[in-house]
């Protein structure tokens, strides 16, 4: 059991991973918001918490809190404009948004590195701190899921006019979604900073977007063990028909 543990160790840290960032993309989906913004939340807090940590010596874990603030502010200056949007309008919008992040990391040499990326990142997140994150998220969700706001994000996403005319404010409550995918894509982008070496922009383009939102569509976005089984599914895939693995995001 430990020998197979050790062997899969990196699947299992992706897994973990890949539990924050489903998230994520799932608390706006249940909340109604046809959002696939979390790449770009996640590059800004990964980016964030890197250049914090290396740059200006900051810890770790205040850059990792950091770059979820980062995300969270993200969300908030994103979540305006697409209020006056709604469906596939929305994924377009933040379609491009990722596709702006991508080109700001891209091309700002000389604060994110450009097209070499961003290198000497310490490594000080292991596979225990991922664990215990990703742990931390299911219960946080599981409980948000089952509260008041969990309801009213369920009620606005079924109707819109229906929870507005019960005194719910669609907005408000789209606005709290955003700044909760926002910190987790955030922070989770921050923990994977500093459970790599290096990042490049690519890295949270398009076939992350896609891997994310397949987490959350496989799984089920109307329940919190969705994300969970879709991630797992998804990425043990490729390990169960290794043929198939160079293709996993057609597969997706």
Not at 128 to 151: C, E, F, H, Q
Not at 174 to 181: G, K, N, P, R
Not at 205 to 213: D, E, K, R, S, T
């Amino acid at each position: 059991m430990i020998d197979f543990f050790i062997a899969y160790r990196p699947l299992f840290d992706h897994f973990f991973l890949a539990i924050g960032f489903a998230f994520s993309q799932w608390i706006v989906l249940k909340a109604g918001v046809f959002s696939i913004a979390t790449a770009g939340f996640a590059s800004l807090g990964a980016y964030g918490a890197a250049i914090l940590g290396v740059s200006y010596g900051w810890p770790a874990p205040l850059a990792i809190a950091a770059g979820g603030l980062v995300g969270v502010f993200a969300a908030l200056f994103l979540s305006w404009p697409l209020a006056r949007l709604r469906g596939v309008y929305q994924a377009i919008a933040t379609l491009a948004f990722v596709q702006i992040v991508v080109s700001l990391t891209l091309y700002a040499d000389g604060l994110t590195g450009g097209p070499m990326g961003f290198t000497n990142i310490p490594k000080v997140v292991g596979t225990a701190p991922l664990a215990i994150a990703a742990v931390l998220v299911i219960y946080l969700m599981a409980t948000l899921n089952a509260s008041r706001l969990g309801r009213a994000f369920e009620a606005i996403r079924q109707d819109e006019a229906m929870a507005a005319s019960l005194g719910m404010s669609v907005k408000v409550h789209h606005l709290l979604a955003f700044a909760i995918s926002g910190a987790l894509a955030g922070v989770f982008g921050g923990l994977s900073a500093y459970h790599s070496y290096a990042l490049e922009p690519n890295q949270f383009g398009f076939p992350f977007l896609v891997a994310i939102l397949s987490y959350v569509v496989f799984g089920g976005r109307r329940t919190v063990t969705g994300p969970v089984v879709g991630a797992a599914v998804l990425i043990a895939l490729p390990e169960l028909a290794r043929p198939l693995a160079d293709n996993r995001i057609l597969v997706y």
